[in-house]
């Protein structure tokens, strides 16, 4: 096991809490998480965290918030930008030899191992088309201007096949 993992927040001694159903504890902690990322962005390392553990039978339930930054950059316009984020924690970490204790989620010892807990809410709550703003315009197809700053002036509206038949209809009445 190697040091920097030892000292971190994010493996905490739960001594106190084993086999002890009904005891709980609060956590408020700042601590950093390095290469967080999917193809849409990225994390900040510095988070925070306000967490609940309770001592169950089988393990020891994680609940509370994780905040954040998140980096991305737009789906429509490419442009970088940030937006801070919370995302809710409910995990059990089961004891070694209960059911669910297989997929990472674990007690070690007396310590409870919370970064892949936060590694799995915080990446799955990231969106996957980050939009700077919600009604982004994005870039113009044709010369690849950013409509949000400028209007070049190009025809960009999408054909709709529906009313094609309607549109030919219509020329021939109008010949
Ligand atoms: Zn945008
Ligand atoms: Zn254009």
Not at 67 to 85: A, M, N
Request: hydrophobic residues 35%.
């Amino acid at each position: 096991m190697n040091v920097l993992r030892e000292v971190s927040q994010l493996s905490v001694d739960v001594a106190e809490l084993l086999r002890q159903p009904g005891t709980s504890r609060r956590l408020e902690f700042a601590e950093e998480m390095e290469g967080l990322s999917l193809e849409t962005g990225r994390v900040q390392p510095a988070l925070t965290f306000e967490l609940r553990l309770d001592s169950l039978v089988e393990g020891i339930l994680v609940s509370g918030q994780v905040q954040g930054v998140y980096d991305f950059d737009c789906s429509r316009c490419l442009s970088p930008f940030s937006e801070p984020f919370s995302v809710a924690v409910s995990e059990v970490l089961a004891y070694e030899g209960q059911p669910g204790a297989e997929d990472g989620y674990e007690i070690s010892g007396d310590h409870a191992h919370l970064e892949p807990v936060v590694r799995d809410v915080v990446m799955l709550a990231m969106p996957l088309k980050p939009l700077c703003r919600e009604d982004c315009k994005g870039l113009c197809p044709i010369c690849g201007a950013d409509l949000n700053a400028e209007d070049c002036g190009h025809d960009r509206r999408p054909t709709d096949l529906r009313w094609e038949p309607l549109a030919r209809l219509r020329e021939r009445v109008e010949e």
